[in-house]
T-cell receptor, first 113, second 112 residues
Framework: DTAVSQTPKYLVTQMGNDKSIKCEQN?????MYWYKQDSKKFLKIMFS???????INETVPNRFSPKSPDKAHLNLHINSLELGDSAVYFC????????????FGNGTRLTVT | GDSVTQMEGPVTLSEEAFLTINCTYT??????LFWYVQYPGEGLQLLLK?????DKGSNKGFEATYRKETTSFHLEKGSVQVSDSAVYFC???????????FGTGTSLTVIP
């Protein structure tokens, strides 16, 4: 199936731990994104990479570090997890043309206890 | 800067009622406009899009028309079903760059 896939779907961990979320797309897109969705469903852009280069880097704690080994993968590593990091994290991808939509993964629900 | 303002919810309708969810935008030039739908426990799915003024996007009985003069992209459906219960997001992509701007989402519940 052609899609944006992210793992794991659920992640439950304790404060202070370090965790990673992986994302892969096989749509041939050149731009990938990480979004955070809070409990009120508000979507906040965190990062975006275009062909492995960081192009969007919003105000996000530096405990969050994205990594793009190639243009089909964008992983998110989070250090020293805090309670406020609990949210759903979505990976997405798009082509570079301005009329191209975002394609989203199914999300990773992170719960920090 | 660019932004999207979306009708606040939640919205509750009876089955077969008419749906309108308002969306207005601020952008320079001619952005592309999108509606996404998020069903419970799932990611956002593209519902429809319009990429230039007066374009009408449509899918699954939903429609939205790109109105440059009123900077709007309202979502409509003539007869909603229980299965349409979801959160709906209006979004724009500027005509340059890779940034997308999302509205705050509107939760729709359709009751039988």
């Amino acid at each position: 199936d052609t899609a944006v896939s992210q793992t794991p779907k659920y992640l439950v961990t304790q404060m202070g731990n370090d965790k990673s979320i992986k994302c892969e797309q096989n749509l041939g897109h050149d731009t990938m994104y990480w979004y955070k969705q809070d409990s009120k469903k508000f979507l906040k852009i965190m990062f975006s990479y275009n062909n492995k280069e960081l192009i969007i880097n919003e105000t996000v704690p530096n405990r969050f570090s994205p990594k793009s080994p190639d243009k089909a993968h964008l992983n998110l590593h989070i250090n020293s997890l805090e309670l406020g990091d609990s949210a759903v994290y979505f990976c997405a991808s798009s082509l570079g043309q301005h009329n191209s939509p975002l394609h989203f993964g199914n999300g990773t629900r992170l719960t920090v206890t | 800067g660019d932004s999207v303002t979306q009708m606040e919810g939640p919205v509750t309708l009876s089955e077969e009622a008419f749906l309108t969810i308002n969306c207005t935008y601020t952008a320079t030039g001619y952005p592309s406009l999108f509606w996404y739908v998020q069903y419970p426990g799932e990611g956002l799915q593209l519902l429809l899009k319009a990429t230039k003024a007066d374009d009408k996007g449509s899918n699954k009985g939903f429609e939205a028309t790109y109105r440059k003069e009123t900077t709007s992209f309202h979502l409509e459906k003539g007869s909603v079903q229980v299965s349409d219960s979801a959160v709906y997001f209006c979004a724009l992509r500027a005509n340059t760059g890779n940034q997308f701007y999302f509205g705050t989402g509107t939760s729709l519940t359709v009751i039988p």
